[in-house]
């Protein structure tokens, strides 16, 4: 869970894309109550989108929603979910239908993750990665498209990642969960197009002020290693947050079974040398 000094609103924002353009529309947000998702559910509403912010820490979500509201001026409702059980996900999205009679934009971002060599990961760990990733991502997309997308069409967003386009080291779990859900992106885009259904994914690459980082080894980005970087710098929630907007606003009317990557260019020229990693690294093995 990402500490409190880390997940704050937006101290300014200039708007790339008009104020309105989510106006009216509702978010249903997993992983909303920290980290990137945190500031996707900020900068939607930004733009007019009331929000559900869903994870499995009620007292975390409920401080989030607190100052996404304060911040923003628009609404948030937490939901406690753990998006593993497919009775309590459908439970959460009626509980949002109840509040605000639709779900528009549907935002995959439940995550797990932690750094560890395939040797010595679990069986569980590996388990419990597709299952919160995976899984949820499923479960979370057949309920709010049984409850109220099939008959009203929508954009869901599935939050993807690198890590398996280079066979990423120590990330066996996450690449697989995660190549897993860009294989849902395509087949839900075939599937349920035809009800007015666009199924969009985003893949960060590294984003600085974000649990991930801390984990997966902040001192792994130091300035020698963002030089090799194409845009030598790392990403920021905002610019996957902007991107989301992008995704989820008309401007992407025709977008769809499509995973649009935001890293700078990173798993181009990223280093993926085992020496490199292991010595990185090596204290948090």
Same mark, same amino acid.
């Given at each position: ?31 909303? /109550?920290?980290? #990137?998702?945190?500031?996707? +559910?900020?900068? &939607?509403? %930004?733009? @007019?989108?009331?929000?559900?912010? !869903? =994870? ?96 009203? /069409?929508?954009? #869901?967003?599935?939050?993807? +990642?690198?890590? &398996?386009? %280079?066979? @990423?080291?120590?990330?066996?779990? !996450? =690449? ?110």
């Amino acid at each position: 869970m990402a500490s409190p000094d880390v997940d704050v609103c937006l101290t300014s924002y200039d708007y790339v894309f008009k104020p309105d353009i989510l106006t009216g529309k509702v978010a249903f947000i997993t992983g909303g /109550g920290s980290g #990137i998702c945190f500031t996707i +559910a900020e900068i &939607f509403m %930004r733009h @007019q989108c009331n929000t559900v912010i !869903a =994870s499995r820490k009620y007292n975390r979500l409920q401080e989030s929603a607190k100052k996404l509201e304060s911040a923003t001026g628009q609404r948030c409702l937490p939901i406690q979910v753990d998006v593993r059980k497919p009775e309590e996900v459908l439970r959460s999205v009626e509980q949002a239908l109840n509040h605000y009679g639709r779900i528009d934009i549907l935002v995959n971002g439940a995550a797990g993750n932690f750094p560890a060599p395939a040797s010595s990961l679990s069986f569980n760990g590996f388990k419990t990665v597709l299952e919160i990733d995976t899984v949820g991502t499923f479960n979370t997309c057949k309920a709010v498209y049984e409850k109220y997308m099939r008959d009203h /069409g929508g954009v #869901i967003i599935n939050i993807s +990642a690198t890590l &398996f386009y %280079r066979g @990423q080291l120590f990330q066996i779990h !996450a =690449s697989a969960a995660k190549a897993a859900i860009d294989s849902m992106t395509m087949t839900l885009c075939n599937e349920w197009g035809p009800q007015g259904i666009r199924v969009v994914g985003i893949a960060p690459g590294p984003i600085a002020d974000t649990e991930g980082i801390r984990r997966l080894g902040a001192g792994m980005f130091d300035e020698e290693v963002l030089r090799n970087f194409p845009l030598q710098r790392m990403g920021t929630k905002r610019d996957v947050g902007d991107c989301a907007v992008f995704a989820a606003s008309p401007a992407a009317n025709y977008i769809s079974g499509h995973t649009i990557v935001v890293d700078g260019g990173h798993w181009m020229t990223c280093d993926n040398n085992f020496s490199f990693y292991s010595k990185q690294m090596g204290a948090k093995l």
